[in-house]
């Protein structure tokens, strides 16, 4: 990891299209501004996180009814 010390009012550039702007600290908190294309995707990392784990979620359980429903088929036209 990089680490930058930066003080209000000041930037970082990352990359042609990313700049990121310290707008203010105030105690323990700091207000940054980013100027990025629309396309780029920008997540507080708990929101990240969040979402990572949803979907998680969501495909493991998808995987259970797929499997519920390959059970009900085999069951239906494969009498054994």
Excluded: H, W
Excluded at 48 to 54: L, N, P, R, T, Y
């Amino acid at each position: 990891m990089l680490v930058l010390t930066r003080k209000e009012n000041e930037k970082i550039k990352i990359g042609d299209e990313v700049v990121v702007s310290v707008l203010s600290v105030e105690g323990n908190n700091v207000k940054i501004g980013i100027d990025a294309p629309r396309e780029i995707t920008i997540l507080r990392m708990e929101v990240f996180e969040q979402i990572q784990k949803e979907n998680i979620e969501s495909a493991e359980k998808d995987l259970g009814d797929i499997t519920q429903a390959a059970a009900l088929i085999k069951k239906k036209f494969f009498k054994e």
